[in-house]
């Protein structure tokens, strides 16, 4: 039996896995709203899928939390510049300390700013399902399927240099692939807003 909790109210679900329990959630949820996060014994499920792999015990409790997909397709470009504009910085910052700190201190950096990039790409993953012009994000040919792609891409390598330890292939990885394609998202965000007015 998986305990449900959907935005604080709570359900006994008698799915045998991770998906099952999420489909039998997803019944519950009004139309008018959309999955923001779950959580599985309250980690998010991609840190616990990442830390456990695919093992589900079997007294679980699974937290959902929505958001209301009208008021999220109303703000999405505000945050999304917001995250993307605070990522440049931070990641600036973390490529100049390597030169200035050791090399414990840098990791921590970039694992910080790694954790800030989870989040643009979580505001960028709801943005897709919620926002019907989303898919009109473009720039000088760059759509927002290829951006989407890339930073998942490069999210993943500079995970694995984190864990690798590398910080040096890190500080390259953020100078001459993240920064610059970030620069693109900005620029990709910043025309589609200006194209609202």
Sequence with gaps: MVRLNIDNLNYDSPARNIQEAIQSASEKISTDRMVSEVLLGGKRLSDWMEEFGGAFPEQTEITIRTVNRNQWAATWLDSALCSVRRLQQSFMRAAESLYDQDSRSAQRLFSSCLEGLKQFLYVIDLSRE????????????????????????????????????????????????????????????????????
């Design 130 to 197: 919620a926002c019907p012009d989303f898919a009109a994000v473009n720039h000088n040919g760059v759509n927002s399927v290829k951006l989407h792609a890339e930073l998942v891409r490069l999210s993943s390598q500079l995970t694995q240099l984190l864990k690798a330890q590398d910080v040096d292939g890190m500080a390259d990885r953020v100078d001459y692939a993240l920064l610059p394609h970030l620069h693109l998202w900005n620029q990709a965000l910043t025309h589609h807003q200006e194209s609202q007015y």
